[in-house]
Nanobody, 124 residues
Framework: QVQLVESGGGLVQAGGSLTLSCAASGRTSEIKVMGWFRQAPGKEREFVAA????????IYVDSVKGRFAISRDNAENTVYLQMNSLKPEDTAVYYC?????????????????WGQGTQVTVSS
């Protein structure tokens, strides 16, 4: 089993920045890819970004390209999501996920483990 714990959410004004962290523990050797998803009230959970654990390859949803950056610290088993130029439409609960490199990484299919979520609220 793998446990994921997110942190770093909060309230920020439009144009501001936040950095989310996700610390993995347990059988971390199982992790080959990690991702971030988000779910706004009344909407489906959507993919935000993913990173390949070994090679550092990253992918993003179009709406966050150029504003968000995903990175990982293998030694600390931690993945980060740096969010800049935040917009009110970025408001959502953000979930960290970990799993296998099954394509497409933008779907839920690769991810066997999920965190509890952290709230990000962007005020206008």
């Amino acid at each position: 089993q793998v446990q994921l714990v997110e942190s770093g959410g909060g309230l920020v004004q439009a144009g501001g920045s936040l950095t989310l962290s996700c610390a993995a523990s347990g059988r971390t050797s199982e992790i080959k890819v990690m991702g971030w998803f988000r779910q706004a009230p009344g909407k489906e959970r959507e993919f935000v970004a993913a990173i390949n654990w070994s090679g550092g390859v990253t992918i993003y949803v179009d709406s966050v390209k150029g504003r968000f950056a995903i990175s990982r610290d293998n030694a600390e088993n931690t993945v980060y999501l740096q969010m800049n130029s935040l917009k009110p439409e970025d408001t959502a609960v953000y979930y960290c996920a970990a799993g296998k490199p099954i394509m497409p990484l933008t779907s839920r299919a690769p991810y066997d483990y999920w965190g509890q979520g952290t709230q990000v609220t962007v005020s206008s």
